[in-house]
């Protein structure tokens, strides 16, 4: 991202996707340098959140970050469950 500054960065919301707070710094960064993909989603009720991103991200980045197709929500689960198995798979071959 740019130096455009950012007025909303110390914001908190409650994150859909971890279940806790969050501020609107770590939307930023969320993905990696780039922002959540749920970004515009999630604070547009709150301020003119596109626009900021527009200016601070330029065209490549704000279609890297919003306009690439998103997993849907069983693919998310689906992710989240083999992360599950592989931690425990790796905590039990820890454990022998
Ligand atoms: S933008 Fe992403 S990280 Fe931020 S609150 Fe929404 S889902 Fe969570």
Redesign the pocket.
């Known amino acids: 991202m740019n130096d455009i500054s950012n007025p909303f960065e110390e914001q908190e919301?409650r994150?859909?996707?971890?279940g806790g707070p969050?501020t609107f710094s770590?939307?930023c960064v969320?993905a990696v340098n780039l922002p959540?993909s749920?970004?515009i989603r999630?604070w547009c009720d709150r301020f003119e959140v596109e626009s900021l991103f527009r200016r601070k991200l330029g065209d490549e980045k704000f279609r890297l970050a919003f306009e690439q197709p998103q997993p849907t929500r069983l693919e998310n689960i689906l992710e989240l469950i083999e992360r599950a198995k592989k931690i425990n798979s790796d905590d039990s071959e820890r454990s022998d």
């Open positions: 919301m994150c859909p996707k971890l969050v770590y939307c969320e959540c749920r970004a999630c």
